[in-house]
Every structure is written in C-alpha cells, then in structure tokens.
C-alpha cells in the first residue's frame, strides 16, 4: 500500500519556491494519492454597523476559478507527471486554516503533511504564529517543513 500525502500549498511566491526543491528531492515511487490543499483564511474585520468576514462566501465562490486553475499549475512544477493523475485539488475556506488542514489529514489518511515556512525575525515573529509549527505540534500524522530563504 503506498502512502498518502498532503501537500498545504500557499500562493506566496517566497513560500512555494522551496516546494519545488523538495519535490526534487523526494523519493515519490511509494506514493499513492497526493491532495494538494489551499485554504483561504477567513477574516472577521469590525466595521462601523458590525462585523464583516473577508473573503465573503460570494467572494470565495468568485475566486476558485481561478485558484482551481494555480493548484493545477503548481502541481505540474511539483509533481511528477506521471502522478498527476493521483491528485485531489482541495480548496477550501476557514476561520483556522491550520487546524482545517489536521482535520484534512485525518479525513483523508494523510501519512504525511508537506508545509513551506520563512524565517521570520523581529517583531514580525513576535506578532505572526507560525502556521507550519502548529502543524507539528497539533497534527496526527507527520509533517515535513520545506524551509525557504
């Protein structure tokens, strides 16, 4: 039986580059299914009248088109293309994307959770919680962090 694997896929540039390195690298002959995942974070702004949720769920709905049409795009540059017709597109939005991708593990018998991080320094580490250290911490299978510049 071959192993499972979710990749949590972000959009920024800085943090992607580092999956293309690793996919490289990677021993892909024992996998079976790969999910590449995007979640969207759901942001909840104070406005004058009340609060507000960014992106809306129209809002979302508008963007998938388009984040379908990335996913795709990012596997051919990850994956190798003889497993591409192993992949699940998974996008989503949620209020905790991290904890969303541990219940996405769970769901899907993910063995493994691929993540990307940056080395934040100053304040900005201070104020920012790192999405690939909950991982570690709180997931139910393991994780691999591909570490950017």
């Known amino acids: 039986m071959g192993q499972n694997i979710m990749i949590a ?3 920024d540039q800085e943090l992607l580059d580092p999956f293309y390195d690793w996919a490289k690298r990677f021993d892909w002959e024992q996998v079976s299914h790969i999910d590449l995942v995007h979640i969207v974070k759901i942001n909840i702004s104070p406005l004058e009248f009340g609060l507000v949720e960014i992106p809306t769920h129209e809002a979302f709905l508008d963007m998938m088109p388009t984040l379908e049409d990335f ?6 540059k ?6 591409l017709d192993k992949v699940s597109y998974l996008l989503e939005s949620h209020y905790y994307p991290e904890d969303r991708i541990i219940e996405l593990s769970k ?7 691929v993540v990307s991080t940056i080395q934040r320094q100053g304040l900005d580490s201070f104020f920012h919680h790192s999405f690939s250290e909950y991982l570690i911490k709180n997931g139910q299978c393991d994780v691999f962090v591909v570490k950017g510049q």
């Open 107 to 113: 769901e899907r018998g993910a063995s493994l959770v």
């Open 9 to 11: 896929l972000p959009t």
């Open 78 to 83: 990850i994956i190798p293309s003889e497993l």
């Open 71 to 76: 996913l795709k795009s990012e596997a051919k």
